[in-house]
C-alpha cells in the first residue's frame, strides 16, 4: 500500500473516530503510523490539535460554529439524545473520575456525582439529582454507557440492569489516560467567568484576536475547512462577509486539500457546497436509510424536489409528515 493511500485511510478512521486507543489495533497502529502527516495537515489548515501517546490517540477537533444543536450526545444503546440532566450528569461523573482510584463501583460513583451536585456550584443551576428514582438512575447509566462507549471505563463486572433493579452493583476500570482526552478546550472550564451558556462556551475556545492579515487568513482557513469537514453542507448565506469572500476565491484550493486529505469530493450548488463521500462510510447518517425515518426522508425529498424546497416551511412538512 503506498504511503498516499495509507494517509488517505489514517484520515478517514480519525474523521470516524476523533478518539482511538491501543485496544483498537489496527485503526490505531494505521493513524500512528502516519501522525507527522495528519499532525501537519490538520495544524495547517483546521488548527485542530493531534495528541498520541501509548494508549490514545485524540483528534482535538473544535466546532467551527458552537451553536449547533443537530448532534447531541447519544446513548449508544438506544441512540436516544442527551438532554441538559445527562449532560450536566456526564460533567458531574468526569468530575468524580477525575479523583476516583483506578477502579470504582457504580454505586460509589452515583455517591459521588450526589455530593458534587449538592456543592455551592450547583446552587444556581435549577438542576437537583437525588438519584432515588429509576429515571435518574437511568439517566445515570446512559452517561455510564457512554463511557463505557469512549473507553473512560471498562466493565470489570456486574451489570447496569442489575444497578437500575437494585439487586446489584457494577465494577469499573477507571482510564486516567482516556479521561484526561476528553475535554477540548483552549482554558479550563473553571477559568471562565462568564455566566451566560453561550458565552462560556465561546470562551472555551476563544483565541487572541489576529494581529496580521496572515493570521486573519489562517483563521478563516481554519473555519471553512472545519465546516466543510464536520457538515453535511456548507450554506453560502451562513457565512459572514469576511468568510464568503475568503472562500470565493480560495474554494479551489480548500476543497483540493480535503479531497487529497479524504476523498471527499466537492459538490457545489449556487446555495452552497457538499463534500460527498463516494465510500459512504464518513456520515453518521446515510440516504437511503433503512427503517421508517430513511423512508420518509426519500419520500419529503421527492415532494420538495418536485415543489420546490423555497416554498415550503417547516410547519408545512411537519403538517405533510402527519397527514
Known amino acids: 500500500m503506498n504511503t498516499v493511500d495509507t494517509v488517505h485511510r489514517a484520515a478517514r478512521a480519525l474523521l470516524r473516530r476523533p478518539l482511538l486507543r491501543a485496544a483498537e489495533q489496527e485503526e490505531f497502529r494505521l493513524v500512528r503510523s502516519q501522525l507527522a502527516e495528519l499532525r501537519s495537515w490538520f495544524d495547517a489548515n483546521t488548527g485542530w490539535r493531534l495528541h498520541a501517546d501509548a494508549d490514545v490517540i485524540r483528534l482535538h477537533k473544535e466546532p467551527a460554529v458552537t451553536d449547533d ?24 461523573c468526569l468530575a468524580a473520575l477525575e479523583r476516583a ?42 452517561v455510564v454507557h457512554l463511557l463505557l462507549h469512549w473507553g473512560v471505563l471498562a466493565r470489570v463486572a456486574g451489570d447496569e440492569e442489575e444497578y437500575l433493579r437494585g439487586t446489584g452493583d ?18 479550563g472550564p473553571s477559568t471562565v467567568a462568564a455566566e451566560a451558556l453561550e458565552e462560556r462556551i465561546a470562551a472555551l475556545g476563544a483565541v487572541e484576536p489576529p494581529e496580521s492579515d496572515e493570521a ?9 475547512t472545519r465546516r466543510l469537514l464536520d457538515d453535511p453542507v456548507v450554506y453560502f448565506a451562513e457565512l459572514d462577509d469576511a468568510e464568503a469572500e475568503y472562500l470565493r ?75
Request: net charge positive; glycine share 6%; with cysteine.
Open 249 to 323: 476565491r480560495q474554494r479551489p484550493a480548500i476543497v483540493r486539500r480535503i479531497t487529497e486529505l479524504t476523498g471527499l469530493v466537492a459538490e457545489v450548488r449556487a446555495e452552497g457546497i457538499a463534500m460527498v463521500d463516494p465510500e459512504d462510510d464518513l456520515s453518521d447518517v446515510r440516504l437511503p436509510e433503512p427503517g421508517t425515518n430513511g423512508h420518509l426522508t426519500l419520500l419529503l425529498a421527492e415532494h420538495l424536489a418536485h415543489t420546490g424546497a423555497h416554498e415550503h416551511r417547516v410547519e408545512e412538512l411537519q403538517h405533510l409528515t402527519r397527514d
Open 216 to 224: 486573519t487568513n489562517r483563521r478563516l482557513r481554519h473555519r471553512l
Open 69 to 92: 444543536a443537530t448532534r447531541p450526545a447519544r446513548d449508544p444503546r438506544n441512540r436516544n439524545a442527551f438532554g441538559r440532566r445527562r449532560y450536566v450528569l456526564f460533567c458531574l
Open 170 to 187: 457494577v465494577l469499573y476500570d477507571v482510564s486516567r489516560r482516556v479521561l484526561s482526552q476528553l475535554l477540548v478546550a483552549r482554558r
Open 101 to 142: 482510584d483506578a477502579q470504582i463501583p457504580l454505586g460509589r460513583l452515583a455517591e459521588q456525582v450526589l455530593l458534587l451536585a449538592r456543592g455551592p456550584a450547583m446552587a444556581d443551576t435549577g438542576v437537583e439529582f437525588t438519584l432515588s428514582g429509576r429515571d435518574e438512575k437511568a439517566d445515570l447509566v446512559a
